[in-house]
């Protein structure tokens, strides 16, 4: 009789990878890693930065679960087995959407302007505006306009691996290699990037504020991977 896998084997890794693949997503190494342990039993803490892919643990997690499921000649490899129709229940100690809505309730009372504004929103700005005002629901917000911004994040990332599969074959093998053993600093990674963007970000000649905004982030992005 065939010894059953670990998830934390080779193959489990890889058969992992190809489960969350079919979903659109793609792990970084540490996520798959993180992911495996947990599905062989294993209790996980993981400390990692803000935006680095904490929320994949989770959604990988019950992915991966699922999909089994519904492949029983894959998962009659591994000596686990999981619950029909598993649920999964999420403690956040902190909301950090919540203590941004917060300051944004401050500095708009330090403005004096809580009782009549205006908002615009850009960026991570656009999202924390359209939660700010669907949950807190405003008195004074007169008018809101939410500038290139995602409706979901959920959307956003199956939309941006959709556009990375219509790359040549060379600039999106690498950046899957790099995304996967996350080495984001790599300048072969970097340079790859940069053909996305120009394809999927801005076509012309890049405008000389858009250069001084990406010098901006090369100098200091700690804001930038704190959101």
Not at 11 to 21: A, L, N, T, Y
């Amino acid at each position: 009789m065939q010894e059953a896998l670990s998830f934390t084997s080779p193959e489990g890794h890889q058969i992992v990878r190809g489960i969350i693949r079919k979903a659109l997503y793609d792990l970084h190494n540490y996520q798959l890693e993180g992911v495996c342990k947990a599905l062989d039993g294993v209790d996980l803490l993981s400390v990692i930065a803000t935006g680095s892919g904490k929320t994949g643990y989770l959604l990988m997690y019950m992915l991966a679960i699922l999909a089994l499921q519904d492949e029983p000649s894959v998962a009659c490899k591994f000596a686990r087995r999981f619950p029909v129709n598993p649920a999964m229940v999420i403690v956040y100690p902190t909301n950090g959407l919540e203590e941004e809505m917060n300051e944004l309730d401050n500095l708009l009372t330090h403005l004096g302007i809580a009782d009549n504004f205006d908002l615009l929103g850009h960026s991570w700005g656009g999202m924390l505006g359209a939660a700010y005002a669907s949950k807190r629901h405003p008195v004074g917000l007169k008018r809101i306009v939410l500038l290139d911004t995602p409706a979901s994040m959920q959307l956003w990332e199956k939309s941006c691996a959709l556009l990375l599969e219509g790359m040549p074959e060379n600039y999106k093998a690498i950046i899957k290699k790099h995304q996967e053993e996350g080495k984001l600093e790599d300048p072969e990674y970097k340079a790859a990037v940069q053909v996305f963007y120009q394809k999927h970000v801005c076509r012309i000649p890049w405008p000389e504020h858009m250069l001084k905004s990406f010098a901006g982030l090369k100098e200091d992005a700690t804001v930038y991977n704190i959101m």
